[in-house]
T-cell receptor, first 109, second 116 residues
Framework: GQNIDQPTEMTATEGAIVQINCTYQ??????LFWYQQHAGEAPTFLSY????GLEEKGRFSSFLSRSKGYSYLLLKELQMKDSASYLC??????????FGSGTKLNVKP | SAVISQKPSRDICQRGTSLTIQCQVD?????MFWYRQQPGQSLTLIAT?????????ESGFVIDKFPISRPNLTFSTLTVSNMSPEDSSIYLC?????????????FGPGTRLTVT
């Protein structure tokens, strides 16, 4: 819902940097989340952005531009365990969460 | 954060029967959510459940098919009624925590439902 778009799948090499983009409809926007989901497991919270700019947390960073309806998740020093789906989720009107279709990241040795 | 448990973790059910999924949180939360995640797909919000009021359903989901209870601030149930194979999915509950405008949402481990 809410036109949340992410690439379906990406492949990167261990030790490299990868950027996963997310675009969304801006009307009613109240915040954006990134989640990591390994196959067969529940999503786990990675980051939250409500203001423009970059939020850094260890190897993961998340960026938000509210005017452009755009966010990205940056993963540095990729590890094999980072192979997972990454979900972009947007909260609208303070209590409606909508998820993008997810980006499946494959990390190769 | 919050620690969330769900029961059952998985079940195999026959067409036409109903299954009630329980969600328990280790702290009091105002807002709880129920999601469905079909194989290979992302999460779809079914409904929002606030304590003391009726659940709010998203487009495509109705109370007769997915009745929800929210008797207190730490517990909720979702019933999948009159099941068909199309209801085979993972059902997840989640809660919203954090104040001062932070709408962080945490998920339970999910209930994997297979309808035969």
């Amino acid at each position: 819902g809410q036109n949340i778009d992410q690439p379906t799948e990406m492949t990167a090499t261990e030790g490299a940097i990868v950027q996963i983009n997310c675009t969304y409809q801006t009307s009613g926007f109240n915040g954006l989340f990134w989640y990591q989901q390994h196959a067969g497991e529940a999503p786990t919270f990675l980051s939250y952005n409500v203001l423009d700019g970059l939020e850094e947390k260890g190897r993961f960073s998340s960026f938000l531009s509210r005017s452009k309806g755009y966010s990205y998740l940056l993963l540095k020093e990729l590890q094999m365990k980072d192979s997972a789906s990454y979900l972009c989720a947007v909260v609208y009107n303070f209590n409606k969460f909508y998820f993008g279709s997810g980006t499946k990241l494959n990390v190769k040795p | 954060s919050a620690v969330i448990s769900q029961k059952p973790s998985r079940d195999i059910c026959q067409r036409g029967t109903s299954l009630t999924i329980q969600c328990q949180v280790d702290s009091q939360v105002t807002m709880m959510f129920w999601y469905r995640q079909q194989p290979g797909q992302s999460l779809t919000l079914i409904a929002t459940a606030n304590q003391g009021s009726e659940a709010t359903y998203e487009s495509g989901f109705v109370i007769d098919k997915f009745p929800i209870s929210r008797p207190n601030l730490t517990f909720s149930t979702l019933t999948v009624s009159n099941m068909s194979p199309e209801d085979s999915s993972i059902y997840l509950c989640s809660v919203e925590v954090g104040g001062q405008g932070r709408h962080e949402q945490y998920f339970g481990p999910g209930t994997r439902l297979t309808v035969t």
